[in-house]
C-alpha cells in the first residue's frame, strides 16, 4: 500500500529565505508526482508534476526534485514570500493505469513580513 | 486554466438529512470525475470515481448506498451524503483531468453535521 509522508507539518519562515519541503512515497512504481498548494477556501492548485521519467521540474521560484528509486521528493522555494503562505500538498499517481491519486498530510508553511 | 466549480462551499445540517455537492467542469468536458474527502490533520482521500453514463467505482471502505455519485452529464458529477451524521463532518473535494494536462480541483465543501 502506497503511504507518502511530508515533513516538516509546519515551517515558519521570514521572507526572502530559501525553503525545501520534502515528501517521501514507501512504492517507488508510481506514474507521476505532483506538488499542490491548498489555500482556505479555495481548494487545491497544481504546482508542478513531474512524470516518473523526469527528475525535476521548475515553475518560477518553484523547482520539485523527483528520485524515484529512493521514493523522495523536494519542493525547493526561492526567495519565499508572504504570498507563497499555504499548505502545500504531495501525491502520487500509482501505476496500473489508475487515476488514483495518493496524498501525504502537507507542510503549512508561513512566510512572515 | 481549466475550472472546476464546486458547490457549496460550506454546509451546515441536522444529523439524518441528506446533503448534495455539485462539482461542475466549466470549460472542458470531464468523463471522469474524482471526489476526495479531507477528516482534520489528515491526508485527502480518495472516495469514489465518477464515470459520465455509468455507475461510480467506490473505494474499499466507502459506502455506495451512503455516498451517492451521478455523473449524469459530461460538465457535471454529484456527491450526495444520505442521513447524514456528526461522523460525515469533512471537507470534500471533487477533481477532473483535462486529457493530457494537470489534475484541476473544485474549491471544497466544509460539511459540519450536527
Known amino acids: 500500500k502506497q503511504e507518502v509522508t511530508q515533513i516538516p507539518a509546519a515551517l515558519s519562515v521570514p521572507e526572502g529565505e530559501n525553503l525545501v519541503l520534502n515528501c517521501s512515497f514507501t512504492d517507488s512504481a508510481i506514474y507521476n508526482l505532483q506538488w499542490f498548494r491548498q489555500d482556505p477556501g479555495k481548494g487545491l492548485t497544481s504546482l508542478l508534476l513531474?512524470?516518473?521519467?523526469?527528475r525535476e521540474q521548475t515553475s518560477g521560484r518553484l523547482n520539485a526534485s523527483l528520485d524515484k528509486s529512493s521514493g523522495r521528493s523536494t519542493l525547493y522555494i526561492a526567495a519565499s514570500q508572504p504570498g507563497d503562505s499555504a499548505t502545500y500538498l504531495c501525491a502520487v499517481q500509482t501505476q496500473g493505469g489508475s487515476e488514483k491519486l495518493v496524498f501525504g498530510k502537507g507542510t503549512k508553511l508561513t512566510v512572515n513580513p | 486554466g481549466a475550472v472546476v466549480s464546486q458547490h457549496p462551499s460550506w454546509v451546515i445540517c441536522k444529523s439524518g438529512t441528506s446533503v448534495k455537492i455539485e462539482c461542475r467542469s466549466l470549460d472542458f468536458q470531464a468523463t471522469t470525475m474524482f471526489w476526495y474527502r479531507q477528516f482534520p490533520k489528515q491526508s485527502l482521500m480518495l472516495m469514489a470515481t465518477s464515470n459520465e453514463g455509468s455507475k461510480a467505482t467506490y473505494e474499499q471502505g466507502v459506502e455506495k448506498d451512503k455516498f451517492l455519485i451521478n455523473h449524469a452529464s459530461l460538465t457535471l458529477s454529484t456527491l450526495t451524503v444520505t442521513s447524514a451524521h456528526p461522523e460525515d463532518s469533512s471537507f470534500y473535494i471533487c477533481?477532473?483531468?483535462?486529457?493530457?494536462?494537470?489534475?484541476?480541483f473544485g474549491s471544497g465543501t466544509q460539511l459540519s453535521v450536527l
Open positions: 513531474i512524470q516518473s521519467s523526469q
Open positions: 477533481s477532473a483531468r483535462v486529457v493530457g494536462e494537470k489534475l484541476f
